[in-house]
C-alpha cells in the first residue's frame, strides 16, 4: 500500500525532479552534428596515458561511411592517409572518449558510403610503382633509362667547319688493311665530293 503511494507521488511531481545525466557526452550536439560521407572532419580523442594522464589525440581524415545514424549505436568511419598508408578509425558516435568531433571540410558526393575510395588509392599506389625501376639484385631504385637521340649526319656542315679537318686527319692516318674496305671507300669519296 505504501509502495503504490509511492510511486503516485513519483509520477505526479516527476516533471519537479532534477533530471539525472547518464551520459558524460552533450547528446544534444552530438545528434544534430550534420556529418555526411565525403566530409573533412577532425576528431579531438582522449588518450590514457601511464599514470592515469590523459592527453588529447587529433585524427584528421575523410568521413566514409556513417552507420546506425544518430541513435545510441551510431559509428562514423574516418580515412586518412599517413605516411603513405592509409588508416581507418571506426569511432562510436556517443563515446565519451571523443572530446569534439569538427568540420573542416565538406565534399560533394554521391554516394552514402565511400569504401571504393580504398581502391582507388590502391590503384594511384600501383601506378607510381609501374613508374618506379627496381634494381631487383640490390633492391634499389634506379633512374629511368634515357634515351638519347643519334646524331644526325653532316647535312648542315660547312666544308670550312672542324669537323671536316678531323676527317682529314683521320684519311692521313689510315692503314693500308682499310683502303682494301668498300665502307671505307665510299666514305672517301663523299669526304673528296664535299671538298
Do not use: C, W
Request: proline share 5%; hydrophobic share 35%.
Amino acid at each position: 500500500m505504501i509502495l503504490k503511494m509511492l510511486l503516485r507521488l513519483s509520477f505526479r511531481y516527476a516533471k519537479f525532479l532534477p533530471i539525472m545525466k547518464t551520459s558524460p557526452v552533450n547528446m544534444d550536439v552530438r545528434k544534430n552534428l550534420d556529418m555526411r560521407a565525403g566530409d573533412t572532419i577532425r576528431v579531438h580523442q582522449k588518450i590514457a596515458d601511464k599514470g592515469g594522464k590523459t592527453r588529447i589525440q587529433i585524427f584528421e581524415g575523410m568521413v566514409l561511411a556513417r552507420k546506425h545514424g544518430s541513435e545510441a549505436g551510431g559509428t562514423f568511419t574516418v580515412r586518412r592517409v599517413t605516411n603513405g598508408y592509409g588508416v581507418e578509425k571506426i569511432f562510436p558516435l556517443y563515446s565519451p572518449m571523443i572530446e569534439k568531433i569538427e568540420i573542416t571540410k565538406r565534399s560533394k558526393v554521391r554516394r552514402a558510403k565511400l569504401y571504393h575510395i580504398r581502391e582507388t588509392a590502391l590503384k594511384q599506389v600501383s601506378k607510381r610503382l609501374k613508374m618506379m625501376f627496381v634494381d631487383f639484385k640490390t633492391e634499389e631504385p634506379v633512374e629511368e633509362p634515357v634515351i638519347e637521340e643519334a646524331p644526325k649526319e653532316n647535312e648542315d656542315v660547312k666544308k670550312d667547319s672542324p669537323a671536316v679537318e678531323t676527317t682529314d686527319k683521320v684519311e692521313e692516318t689510315k692503314t693500308e688493311d682499310s683502303k682494301d674496305d668498300p665502307v671505307e671507300e665510299i666514305k672517301e669519296e663523299k669526304i673528296e665530293e664535299e671538298k
